[in-house]
């Protein structure tokens, strides 16, 4: 079987609509037209969104509680086919900032006031803090939105994940999750050269969380939904799950869950060792240890093959590298990591100012208001989201069953160390 599927890296929901570009496979192509595309030069699938008007932006955060992401208001100013129209911010001192920041003369305490006034196109969901999406995503779908482009993770349990896929589908919403590099066009390149037998055969992948004072649970939500929406990229959907959650190097207990940072909702332990089995027979391990070591010299995602490796370091330029030869037996030579770049393996990246568009979310973006114009799903959806937050749960319910493998879809919907 071939470990990373027949065309696709993750499955598709629902029938992709006609002239919808895969998402893997998305070339440099399809890439530079998400960078220079206008609305005079798109073709409409949607003849409800004329197309010689800017998108009507609105972006909520809220200061001292998440704030603005990374960058998640400030990209729309780059965006000529959008103009930023509203503004919301509980925090009066932070509201006035974010307004001289964007430029625009009135700003809103209630986001759901916003919302009404200014009647936007696509919503920003920026705040970092996950327990006020949920209510934020619903306003904006209520409101009209026709797209919600929102800081990871999505929401705090697969049970919210449940409402919101089914609010935003109901209404034709289009939801896309801020996970940068997924929106990388090195990804294809990457898969394609796995497929092609570049690293031999492919037995697993690894990741690893910064491992910094966030180390273990909290690591694995607020950093950890990265790694795990790119490895779905190439592994496809999650079967099933077994962890281990440990609390200063003793089996975690449940008079050691607590609320986690970042309005996560509740968690435990400091050291988390988790395996999924994946769609396409690809193992994936997770681990994330407090206080690890160098401060974000694990962060990333490892495919490991028969003949080499394939190493992404989460928003860095180059995001890919190759080490090859056979990763279990030490060799004579000195093996250099290549850098990997949309022309290839240790090739000069032919796009301009490529990182900047990545971690800068102008991709992610663009890609979302393609998504609206077309009718299709963006590259990063709010199923992908779902699978993330679900993924991370399961790691917390194998725990709580007693390191007991659990399957997909997860039968408790809730956090689970409410159930404790």
């Not at 960078?35 to 972006?59: H, I, Q, W, Y």
């Not at 200063?248 to 395996?275: I, K, Q, Y």
């Amino acid at each position: 079987m071939n470990p990373l599927g027949a065309d696709r890296g993750i499955l598709t929901r629902s029938p992709s609509p006609a002239g919808y570009p895969d998402a893997p496979n998305m070339n440099r192509r399809h890439f530079l037209s998400l960078l220079t595309v206008s609305s005079a030069g798109m073709s409409l699938s949607r003849a409800s969104f004329p197309v010689d008007r800017k998108f009507r932006v609105a972006v909520i955060g809220h200061t001292g509680r998440g704030n603005y992401g990374h960058g998640e208001d400030a990209v729309w100013l780059k965006i000529p086919e959008a103009e930023i129209v509203g503004l919301a911010d509980a925090d009066p001192k932070g509201l006035e900032a974010e307004q001289k920041k964007l430029r625009l003369e009135k700003g809103y305490a209630d986001y759901r006031e916003m919302l009404s006034e200014v009647k936007p196109d696509i919503v920003t969901i920026a705040p970092r803090f996950v327990d006020e999406h949920r209510e934020m995503t619903l306003a904006a779908i209520a409101a009209g939105a026709l797209g919600i482009y929102m800081e990871k993770p999505f929401c705090r349990s697969p049970e919210e994940a449940d409402e919101l896929v089914a609010a935003a589908e109901a209404k034709g919403v289009k939801i896309s999750i801020a996970h940068r590099n997924r929106f990388h066009p090195v990804l294809p390149v990457v898969r394609k050269l796995i497929q092609d037998g570049t690293i031999g055969k492919a037995l697993e992948m690894r990741a690893r969380g910064k491992e910094d004072k966030r180390g273990g649970a909290q690591d694995l939500w607020v950093l950890g939904a990265h790694l795990l929406n790119l490895a779905c990229y190439f592994g496809g959907e999650p079967v099933a799950c077994s962890a281990a959650i440990f609390q200063d190097g003793r089996l975690a207990a449940p008079a050691d869950v607590r609320e986690g940072d970042e309005g996560v909702g509740l968690l435990s332990g400091n050291e988390v060792h988790a395996r999924y089995e994946l769609e396409h027979g690809l193992p994936l391990f997770f681990d994330s240890v407090a206080n690890a070591g160098t401060r974000e010299s694990g962060f990333g995602l490892q495919v490991i093959g028969t003949k080499g490796i394939i190493d992404f370091r989460l928003d860095e330029e180059p995001l890919a590298h190759l080490l090859g030869g056979n990763p279990f037996r030490p060799r004579a030579d000195a093996a250099l990591w290549q850098p990997i770049t949309t022309a290839g393996i240790g090739l000069p990246e032919p796009i301009p100012n490529l990182g900047p568009q990545v971690s800068g979310h102008v991709l992610a973006v663009r890609d979302l208001m393609a998504a609206i114009r077309e009718d299709r799903a963006p590259l990063c959806d709010a199923w992908a989201g779902r699978t993330t937050v679900e993924m991370i749960c399961a790691v917390f319910e194998s725990h709580r069953l007693g390191g007991r493998r659990v399957t997909f879809p997860l039968r408790t919907r809730k956090n689970p160390f409410a159930l404790s």
